[in-house]
């Protein structure tokens, strides 16, 4: 015989939630642009300025260490636990899961950071014409970060009861959640339908779905369904609340933090709204209720959690609307009932668990063919035991692509060994595995922005280029780093922890998705290199152009440097009188003159052969239309022009001045107009 979940009875549970985040830093463009590497040091100093997270220098840590136990008892099992979770994974993988703190100036592969402020959260759903309240236990909130611009929050809680109130009174229940008061409230056993309830509500990162308010309705306030997602989130310290959350409200005049503003609808709602305007961007930020446990706004510090394209440097949620779950169910081995309360779950409540969907009254959440075919690739049933078949308590993992679970009874090793290793040995898994997904829909994305960057550039080309290769640089380097470092599809050499991690990589898509991210990686590396070749190719054209003036201008100054014309000649060519003694025209001795003319010769020379140089680079490299020109090649041509009219201009007034002087006074006065009419406009420029 099977039964409902809301019949079936769970001594405790407890549920890891992993929120993958992704660093989104300015445009490349903008003046705050920096490396990845340096924006993490900057965020981890951000970190540190909130006073709350404390970074952890042993990896190990990321439970209360041994030396904060109480008794000697407690700190000796800590240890053992830490040595068992060290030794149960390969060495190269102890070297990233475990790494101490680096005092040798490498950088780290992984940081840690904890906050243990925080003691209790109280959750709240809506279900029909009830109010449910889950008060959890907090008992890890740690923060993963990694130096290729991602990070991992993970949040750990344990429940062991559940308060019940009439919808009515749910603003007096929040009041009394406030307090910490329920002794006037209707207690109830917690069942595998409040598992299921907390395991798909709670993970939620932002509504997935609105719901149209209406008038007189059950739910007219939710943005969604009632059970969909929390009615109010409460986080609360040792004794005190630190913040309160109305979640699931879209009435005018209730506000994400659960004060009041008539002016103003809740946040999603106003997010709504926001779609269908031109000019707001269509992005969807996180609950604020997940975002506020990285702020620290007293102390100036913290991260800032918004959806992209924002200005300032932010972290974004990089999934969809659900978290993955890490979860251990623990069942009481015997309720008095004819069989046991792990053989009462159904099928379709086996399904529930493994997809974390919510309690439901169907035999199924999905077709049941759908769910038979491959049901096969989500169970790890090497301990699930039917009757009979072994003294030892039944217990079964659960895996799809965002969730791993496993569910026993407290027949005194499940509830102590297996749900030691959930938080220990399988949460560092579970950890592997999504630092890896995220990491690599990150670089994925920063390769899209890079390619979008450089087609939407409004600016020079060659600038546009120089910010693309740039980026896919740092973003190959952080790919190979990540394959060197962080990869691992083998962690152990354990039998079942190498079967649970293989189920786990192939359900998530993690070798598929990995050679996708590997094929836009080598497209776009592939496309630079096309542009580089040829940007080579026209180099070569360049310089062959720059070849062939440098002969000319080497022929050209070979023939002035072969003496063909002395003194004499050059006055002869010019009909100046002769002799040192004599006087040129003008009154100008004649020394002065013939070096006058021969200068006037070598720039006339150099003039024309530079002219000669722009003509042929304009025959093999014609410039443009557009701005796009290399740098080299527009400084190239206006060298070019100066030399050429400039030379030529100022060899024929030399020339022409030695014959008549009052020319020289004539350009002199040009000159020194032209000048000082370029002064002017300058000064008088607004």
Not at 36 to 49: C, E, F, G, M, N
Not at 257 to 270: E, F, I, L, V
């Amino acid at each position: 015989m099977q039964t409902t979940a809301g019949k079936i009875p769970v001594k405790y549970f407890r549920t890891t939630f992993f929120w993958p985040l992704t660093l989104d830093p300015p445009p490349a463009s903008s003046p705050k642009a920096r490396s990845i590497a340096a924006h993490i040091s900057d965020q981890r100093a951000a970190l540190r300025k909130t006073q709350v997270w404390r970074a952890a220098d042993e990896l190990l840590d990321h439970i209360d260490p041994p030396t904060e136990a109480k008794d000697d008892r407690e700190r000796r099992e800590r240890l053992a636990h830490s040595y068992s979770e060290m030794t149960f994974f390969h060495e190269f993988v102890q070297q990233f899961l475990f790494a101490r703190h680096d005092r040798g100036g490498h950088q780290r592969p992984m940081w840690l950071f904890r906050r243990t402020d925080i003691a209790r959260v109280n959750v709240m759903f809506r279900d029909g014409d009830q109010v449910i309240l889950y008060p959890l236990t907090v008992e890890r909130l740690n923060l993963y970060v990694l130096p290729l611009g991602v990070a991992i929050l993970a949040l750990e809680v344990r429940a062991e009861e559940t308060y019940v109130a009439e919808a009515e009174r749910a603003d007096h229940l929040l009041s009394a959640s406030e307090r910490g008061d329920f002794s006037h409230l209707r207690k109830q056993d917690l069942t595998l339908a409040d598992m299921l309830r907390l395991n798909d509500g709670f993970r939620r990162a932002h509504a997935p779905y609105l719901v149209p308010p209406r008038e007189k309705t059950r739910g007219e306030n939710a943005l969604c369904a009632p059970d969909a997602v929390p009615f109010a989130v409460q986080w609360h310290a040792a004794g005190r609340l630190l913040r309160s959350f109305r979640v699931n409200e879209w009435l005018p005049g209730a506000c994400q933090d659960g004060t009041r503003n008539p002016s103003h609808q809740t946040r999603q709602g106003a997010i709504a709204e926001s779609l269908r305007r031109k000019a707001s961007a269509r992005a969807i930020p996180p609950f604020e209720h997940f975002a506020w446990l990285l702020r620290a706004p007293d102390s100036g510090g913290g991260w800032t959690v918004a959806a992209r394209n924002t200005p300032q440097l932010t972290w974004r949620h990089m999934a969809d609307d659900r978290l993955p779950v890490l979860s251990c169910t623990v069942l009481p081995q015997d309720d008095g009932g004819k069989l046991r309360p792990y053989q009462r779950i159904s099928n379709g409540d086996w399904a529930r668990l493994c997809f974390v969907d919510p309690p439901g009254g169907n035999a199924f959440p999905y077709a049941g063919a759908f769910i038979r075919d491959r049901w096969k690739g989500h169970a790890y049933d090497r301990f699930h035991y039917a009757a009979g078949d072994s003294d030892h308590g039944p217990q079964r993992f659960l895996i799809s692509a965002y969730s791993f679970l496993a569910v026993g009874s407290d027949d005194g090793f499940f509830d102590s060994h297996v749900t030691m290793h959930m938080r220990r040995h399988y949460f560092q898994l579970m950890l592997l595995a999504q630092l890896e997904r995220v990491v690599l829909l990150a670089v994925s994305a920063r390769i899209s922005e890079a390619v979008q960057a450089y087609e939407s550039s409004n600016g020079p080309k060659h600038e546009a280029l120089a910010r693309f290769e740039a980026t896919l640089q740092e973003v190959e380097h952080d790919f190979l780093q990540y394959v060197h470092r962080f990869r691992f599809t083998g962690v152990s050499d354990q039998v079942q922890p190498s079967e649970l991690f293989e189920m786990l990589r192939r359900n998530m898509g993690l070798v598929a998705l990995y050679d996708d991210i590997k094929d836009e990686l080598t497209t776009a590396t592939g496309f630079l290199a096309l542009l580089n070749q040829q940007r080579q190719t026209n180099s070569t054209a360049r310089l062959s152009v720059i070849a062939t003036f440098g002969v000319i201008l080497g022929l050209a100054f070979s023939l002035l440097g072969m003496n063909i014309l002395g003194a004499d000649d050059v006055a002869k060519v010019l009909r100046l009188p002769g002799g040192e003694a004599s006087q040129a025209l003008g009154g100008m001795p004649w020394r002065w003159t013939s070096i006058a003319a021969a200068v006037g010769l070598l720039s006339v020379t150099v003039g024309l052969c530079s002219i000669a140089g722009l003509v042929l680079g304009h025959l093999a490299m014609p410039p443009p239309r557009d701005d796009g020109a290399e740098p080299l090649a527009a400084k190239l041509r206006q060298v070019l022009r100066l030399l050429g009219w400039g030379g030529l201009a100022f060899g024929l007034a030399l020339l022409a001045g030695i014959v008549w002087q009052p020319l020289w006074i004539i350009a002199c006065a040009i000159l020194a107009m032209v000048v000082l009419g370029r002064l002017v406009d300058r000064w008088t420029r607004p």
